[in-house]
């Protein structure tokens, strides 16, 4: 059964980067899209990017798109997050998910990691 890992979190001063890895333990993530989501302390889950099962295609919300960049690397199994321009408001746990077809919703959405913790602060 497959299972997400999710790492790469840490502190970081605005305008700084970071890049979070999407690892399978259990199985392999290349025949799944997978999503990236996030969430604040007090605010519901939301979607933030995807990236289809043969990579072509990428989906970014629109509070982060042209700051983050989504990727997978088939032969290390791994999908990235790539967050530049990083903002006090995108502090939040990061969650990769796994589907069939690239989506930022929610209910979309059939396997989970534990989630990574990026906070933006000075």
């Known amino acids: 059964q497959l299972q997400l890992v999710e790492s790469g979190g840490g502190l970081v001063q605005p305008g700084g980067s970071l890049r979070l890895s999407c690892a399978p333990s259990g199985y392999t993530l290349n025949y799944y899209a997978i999503g990236w989501f996030r969430q604040a302390p007090g605010k519901e889950r939301e979607g933030v990017s995807c990236i289809s099962r043969n990579g072509r295609s990428t989906k970014y919300a629109d509070s982060v798109a042209g700051r983050f960049t989504i990727s997978r690397d088939y032969a290390r199994d791994t999908v990235y997050l790539q967050m530049n321009s990083l903002k006090a408001e995108d502090t939040a746990v990061y969650y990769c998910?796994?589907?069939?077809?690239?989506?930022?919703?929610?209910?979309?959405?059939?396997?989970w990691g534990k989630g990574t913790l990026v906070t933006v602060s000075s």
């Open positions: 998910a796994a589907s069939w077809d690239c989506s930022i919703r929610y209910s979309d959405m059939d396997r």
